[in-house]
């Protein structure tokens, strides 16, 4: 198996880390489809608000492109349907109700072919789990990856060992990764942390390791080692967690919404690591008083929300601080933007090798031809995340590199 050590990124801290024990199913009152997760997407609604929904039922299809379906990952009520601007999806809540109880029969799904595997993930809610390289978006019902990357690598103690998560769900696991490998004709790369391999290498299986920074955990660090991509030629990644509820779905005809959060970090009462389902209100997880401190996601790449995003596995808790008085000479850093000062931080801050500044001013002037010509073709919000907050003018770009990618992927369309 080979392995890849990645020096460059920022290190893990160990404080808040959870046990890596599962301490039960958390009851959660409301769960939500945000929009911030789909950009750009526009939703034609299939339920009406306050209309009753069953989980694993047709909440959405994308305007665009109808076959993709956006299923419901409880059951229980439409409690809003909230459109953005120019129609895209903002957010699609619904308030669970634990006294209906859905039909539990179980019927396998026949794999007969790979069209055949494509429609059932279409229709089934299981193909939005896939975000394309480059752009981050979900992919197009005919699009065919030049590979596939399964990220199960644990390079963070505050997240959930995926060792921990696949304990009893190994052979699921493994029957889901078989059938990524009919939507490709290249490889399906499983990245994990060193160990015993997930998957035993097969012509288009290849487990692969990564250790050391926070970087290593990234998917797009994992594209960086192993594969190249272009406007033309693309990958798709995916979470571990999503390959289990694939090969659920195979296997039961069932849409698995369970996932294993992380509930973890220095301002956490009790770290721990909790049953729940996609998109959950963050409050009902939270302990009293944690949840005004709470991010979702990671303490690196997390932001202030009241859901859990559909790619999220993390609630990081903050520390409770106090605030400070503002001096004089310290007022134009709480108050506006400062310059871009170049440092070694930033030299380093990223784990594929690009130029970070030059990247940097590229998109702070939305120069998206150099910015391609740098790399951030292979980067999506969660990779650049280190160099907004390392970075002196206190930009956010995440955002500003979403807006070059969107300008990008127009250009290539």
């Known amino acids: 198996m080979r392995h890849f050590e990645i020096k460059r990124g920022e290190w893990p801290s160990n404080a808040g880390a959870p046990a890596q024990r599962i301490n039960g199913q958390i009851a959660v009152g409301s769960a939500a489809f945000l929009g911030r997760d789909m ?27 109808p076959e993709i379906a956006f299923v419901s990952p409880v059951t229980g009520r439409v409690s809003t349907l909230a459109y953005g601007a120019r129609k895209t999806l903002s957010a699609c809540i619904l308030e669970v109700d634990d006294t209906v109880q859905a039909d539990p029969a179980s019927v396998p799904i026949e794999a007969a072919s790979a069209a055949s595997i494509r429609e059932t993930l279409l229709a089934r809610g299981m193909w939005i789990a896939f975000r394309t390289r480059p752009f981050g978006k979900t992919p197009t019902p005919d699009a065919k990856p030049t590979a596939i990357f399964v990220n199960a690598c644990h390079a963070s103690p505050l997240a959930a060992d995926p060792r921990l998560v696949l304990e009893d769900r190994m ?24 160990g015993d391999a997930f998957c035993a290498e097969e012509e288009q299986i290849e487990p692969v390791s990564f250790s050391g920074t926070i970087a290593a955990g990234l998917a797009g660090t994992h594209v960086d080692r192993l594969c190249r991509i272009s406007a033309t030629e693309k990958v798709w990644t995916i979470s571990y967690q999503d390959v289990i509820a694939i090969g659920h779905l195979f296997e039961t005809g069932q849409y698995l919404a369970e996932r294993v959060v992380s509930v973890a970090g220095v301002g956490a009462a009790r770290p ?11 409050a009902d997880i939270c302990d009293a008083g944690e949840g005004s401190r ?4 990671d303490p690196y790449t997390g932001h202030a929300a009241t859901y859990l995003g559909r790619f999220h596995a993390q609630i990081s808790v903050n520390a409770k601080t106090t605030p400070k008085p503002i001096r004089t000479w310290t007022l134009r850093k709480h108050t506006g933007l400062s310059a871009l000062v170049p440092t070694g931080a930033l030299d ?9 500044v030059p990247l940097l001013r590229a998109l702070s002037i939305g120069d998206s031809e150099t910015a391609a010509r740098l790399g951030c073709l292979g980067l999506i919000e969660e990779d650049v995340a280190t160099l907004s907050r390392r970075c002196t003018s206190g930009t956010n770009y995440g955002a500003l590199l979403r807006l070059v990618l969107d300008d990008l992927m127009e250009a290539a369309a």
């Open 294 to 297: 709470a991010l979702a996601g």
């Open 272 to 282: 721990r690591l909790v049953r729940t389902c996609l998109g959950a209100n963050i």
């Open 348 to 356: 380093h801050a990223l784990a594929p090798d690009i130029l970070a």
């Open 171 to 194: 052979a699921t696991f493994r029957h889901g990764v078989s059938l990524l490998t009919r939507l490709t004709e290249g490889k399906v790369y499983v990245c994990q942390s060193p």
């Open 39 to 65: 950009p750009g997407l526009r939703p034609v609604f299939e339920v009406k608000q306050g209309e009753q929904v069953e989980i694993g039922q047709t909440l959405f299809t994308d305007r665009k492109h």
